[in-house]
């Protein structure tokens, strides 16, 4: 008699907690959809890439320490690292590029701007040479996909987005402009740590 108590008892329990895991389940299946950004196209594109740039471009911490350590000069018998006061210019070259970029794409997206391409200023950026041309060109979209084609690309960059002002490419494809992407490719590009001594810095200008 006891043990058919028992087994009644353990019996009750199974059936509880298997009517609190299926309640527990169909509660979680009930949760609501994550809230969806994209309802049509232009939303898409015209999001300011700022918070998408957090994730793909080096922070001040990452470039401050790696500029820390590499040795430049190297004829130089000296002191090899960069003084403090280089680092700081280099770090202020980066966020200041980096933030002029991403300002002509917000204020791009205000005009309703679609196309962009490359230039380079003041002078022509030695590293990205061989990776891509002045006038190359990408659509919002692609920079929207792909925030990482947005320039600098590494320590002193001087490459930078120009907004296109056409309706569309055909002028542009007529002064020799050719597209960034191959059939969808996203094109490889310098590497962030890939430093480049700007005039700046030497004291040139
Ligand atoms: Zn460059």
């Not at 008892?9 to 895991?21: C, H």
């Not at 391409?117 to 002045?134: I, N, S, T």
Request: charged share 25%.
């Amino acid at each position: 008699m006891f043990y058919i108590l028992v087994s009644l008892i353990l019996f009750g329990i199974l059936i509880l907690v298997a009517i609190s895991v299926s309640f527990n389940k169909k509660e979680t299946s009930e949760e609501p959809n994550p809230v969806l950004h994209q309802s049509g196209i232009y939303s898409i594109v015209r999001k300011t890439p700022r918070d998408q740039l957090r994730d793909v471009k080096p922070s001040t911490e990452e470039i401050r320490k790696y500029l820390e350590k590499i040795n430049v000069n190297n004829n130089d018998l000296g002191n090899n690292n960069l003084a403090t006061s280089e680092i700081d210019t280099y770090v202020r070259e980066w966020h200041e590029a980096l933030d002029r970029n991403i300002e002509l794409i917000e204020q791009g997206d205000s005009d309703g701007i679609s196309f962009y391409y490359y230039d380079f200023k003041p002078d022509y950026c030695e590293v990205c040479a061989g990776y891509l041309k002045r006038g190359q060109f990408v659509t919002r979209e692609e920079i929207y996909q792909h925030p990482h084609i947005i320039p600098p690309f590494h320590i002193g960059c001087t490459c930078t987005l120009v907004a296109h002002h056409g309706e569309t490419l055909q002028e542009t494809t007529e002064i020799g402009m050719v597209p960034l992407f191959k059939n969808e490719i996203a094109p490889r590009l310098p590497e962030w740590r890939m430093f480049q001594q700007t005039n700046a810095v030497r004291g040139i200008v």
